[in-house]
Nanobody, 123 residues
Framework: QVQLVESGGGLVQPGGSLRLSCAASGTGIIFSINTMGWYRQAPGKQRELVAA???????DYADSVKGRFTISRDNAKNTVYLQMNSLKSEDTAVYYC???????????????WGQGTQVTVSS
């Protein structure tokens, strides 16, 4: 099974920056990852898409983070990054990495989630 290893979360003051990383491992030649992205879930709220990027470089951002967050990926490493600038208290949440694609042989879809990394924005 694909494992997503996340890092980079932590405590930061408002206006500060953090860079999240998520590396997918265990794919071998079985899984072909197409889309990688970041979701977040704050206390009392539903999980929401923060940003996503396809293997071709197409990106999507939540309106609340446009202009502040930047998603990027290294396809060779199956790694996705999220550069978060001008952080606000409203950005406080558990951030989850996601990877989706297809099994190369059966063409069936797959979707994996990381365990989540806490981002806390507070003074």
């Amino acid at each position: 099974q694909v494992q997503l290893v996340e890092s980079g979360g932590g405590l930061v003051q408002p206006g500060g920056s953090l860079r999240l990383s998520c590396a997918a491992s265990g794919t071998g030649i079985i899984f072909s990852i197409n889309t990688m992205g970041w979701y977040r879930q704050a206390p009392g709220k539903q999980r929401e898409l923060v940003a996503a990027i396809t293997s071709g470089g197409r990106m999507d951002y939540a309106d609340s983070v446009k202009g502040r967050f930047t998603i990027s990926r290294d396809n060779a490493k199956n790694t996705v990054y999220l550069q978060m600038n001008s952080l606000k208290s409203e950005d406080t949440a558990v951030y989850y990495c996601n990877a989706g694609g297809t099994r190369v042989f059966s063409k069936a879809s797959f979707n994996f989630w990381g365990q989540g990394t806490q981002v806390t924005v507070s003074s």
